[in-house]
Nanobody
Framework: QVQLVESGGGSVQAGGSLNLSCIASGDFYSIYCLDWFRQAPGKERERVASIRFGGGTKYYADSVKGRFTISRDNAKKTLYLQMNDLRPEDTAMYYC????????????WGQGTQVTVSS
């Protein structure tokens, strides 16, 4: 079983940047895909980005493409989300999730880190 803990959220002005981290403990090397999600109050959860174990295959939602970059350091058991050119609509709770077989079936979720972007 894997446990996930996010950090790096905060409050920034529009146009600013944040780098989220998600540190894993437990059976990290069996996780083939790691994803970032976000959920704003009153809105559905949105899958923001995904990365496979080797880092060569990545997915981005259209809403963040060109602004966010997902990466993972398997040696450090850490997932990252570099967020640039932040917009007020990026305001949400951000979660990382572990998907052992890249089937969008998630075995573990972090507790979330809040990102707030002011205009």
């Amino acid at each position: 079983q894997v446990q996930l803990v996010e950090s790096g959220g905060g409050s920034v002005q529009a146009g600013g940047s944040l780098n989220l981290s998600c540190i894993a403990s437990g059976d990290f090397y069996s996780i083939y895909c790691l994803d970032w999600f976000r959920q704003a109050p009153g809105k559905e959860r949105e899958r923001v980005a995904s990365i496979r174990f080797g880092g060569g295959t990545k997915y981005y939602a259209d809403s963040v493409k060109g602004r966010f970059t997902i990466s993972r350091d398997n040696a450090k058991k850490t997932l990252y989300l570099q967020m640039n050119d932040l917009r007020p609509e990026d305001t949400a709770m951000y979660y990382c999730a572990a998907d052992y077989e890249c089937r969008q079936t998630y075995a573990a979720w972090g507790q979330g880190t809040q990102v707030t972007v002011s205009s």
